[in-house]
């Protein structure tokens, strides 16, 4: 069975620190997709970031990046200069395969950016 | 960007009845459908996919006759939670592809159901 885990049930930082927030998977599949989502109050899912799992070099987007390393089937997400915007539950999730197969969650990570 | 609109984002109903939940996509044709059930302060559990035109899959130990899901059209797909009682309260989302799957998915912002 695909799993994803969170180590991390809470973290809290700084504003315009730097985070990085933990995520594993297990799969003994080769073909896949990671993504970090958003989930802030309003519970809106957000998508944050995504990788390929056939991509060796590690996705950015403007303050968000990822430390992808499939051997050992981690996928971290680091948020640079973080902002009171950012606080809010992130979710690792990865899906199998091509075409529209489901998102395994991890079990989230709340996030607090204090002032 | 693709959205998906779901409604209503509350509702409160009497144990032993019936709620409809509506999830539409605006701009994109949804063919696949994903419903997901989450508890305060913890993750997304998938309950079903539904595909148009198509019988829903359920995940394990979802009872499908409790919740029914039909996706009639390629904008369209419900969620009915029947006879409700206090334990089906939660917060339910859909999600939907809004193409490429490996790009990601577009979530609803999700409805809060209570039931007294």
């Known amino acids: 069975a695909q799993t994803v885990t969170q180590s991390q049930p809470e973290m809290s930082v700084q504003e315009a620190e730097t985070v990085t927030l933990s995520c594993t998977y297990d799969?003994?599949?080769?073909?896949?997709?990671l993504f970090w989502y958003k989930q802030p109050p309003s519970r809106q899912m957000i998508l944050v970031i995504r990788?390929?799992?056939?991509?060796?070099q590690n996705a950015t987007e403007n303050r968000f990046s990822v430390n992808f390393q499939k051997a050992a089937k981690s996928f971290s997400l680091k948020i640079s200069d973080s902002q009171l915007g950012d606080t809010a539950m992130y979710f690792c999730?990865?899906?199998?395969?091509?075409?529209?197969?489901?998102?395994?969650f991890g079990q989230g990570t709340r996030l607090t950016i204090n002032p | 960007g693709a959205v998906v609109s779901q409604h209503p984002s509350r509702v409160i109903c009497k144990s032993g009845t019936s709620v409809k939940i509506e999830c539409r996509s605006l701009?994109?044709?949804?063919?696949?459908m994903f419903w997901y059930r989450q508890f305060p302060k913890q993750s997304l559990m998938l309950m079903a996919t539904?595909?148009?035109?198509?019988?829903?899959?359920?995940e394990q130990g979802v009872e499908k006759d409790k919740f029914l899901i039909n996706h009639a059209s390629l904008t369209l797909s419900t969620l009915t939670v029947t006879s409700a009682h206090p334990e089906d309260s939660s917060f339910y989302i859909c999600?939907?592809?809004?193409?490429?799957?490996?790009?990601?998915?577009?979530f609803g912002s999700g409805t809060r159901l209570t039931v007294v």
């Open positions: 539904s595909n148009e035109g198509s019988k829903a899959t359920y």
């Open positions: 999600s939907a592809p809004p193409g490429n799957p490996n790009y990601g998915y577009t």
């Open positions: 990788q390929e799992a056939y991509k060796q």
């Open positions: 701009d994109f044709q949804a063919t696949t």
């Open positions: 799969t003994s599949e080769n073909n896949y997709y």
């Open positions: 999730a990865f899906m199998i395969g091509q075409g529209a197969q489901k998102l395994v």
